[in-house]
């Protein structure tokens, strides 16, 4: 669905959500490199100097970039939470919903909306 512009459901990202877990088929730790590279490019942890290392070397260091991406963002998230998301910008509400992967832009209001809908 999101690949053709269609939104997506609260609910459908709830039954996609814990393949995503530690210990499910789409974890991190799990992922095939062939999938790993696109996420840690779309996270922006990938640097040029990972395709020319072995992909035993690039692997862990990548697994590793990406959760620490990961981690950065839960705390974010819980920033935001408590601080609210009235008090952001027009330009930090674009640059927190790019770094959670929404890269559309649109009114303040939507993109905020977007965002509250990512903090539930």
Known sequence: RASSGDPVHYDHIKTISPMCAKNGPLSVQTIPFDVLVPLAK????????????????????????????????????????DEGLTLLTSDELVKANFARGMRWTE???????????WLR
């Not at 640097?47 to 705390?75: D, I, W």
């Not at 009114?107 to 809908?117: G, I, K, N, R, Y």
């Open 42 to 81: 779309v996270c922006g942890v990938y640097q040029r100097y990972h395709g020319l290392m072995p992909q035993s070397m690039s692997a862990p260091r990548l697994r590793t970039a990406v959760l620490e991406h990961y981690r950065k963002l839960r705390k974010d998230d819980q920033q935001l939470k």
């Open 107 to 117: 009114t303040d209001e939507a993109l905020m909306a977007q965002l509250d809908m």
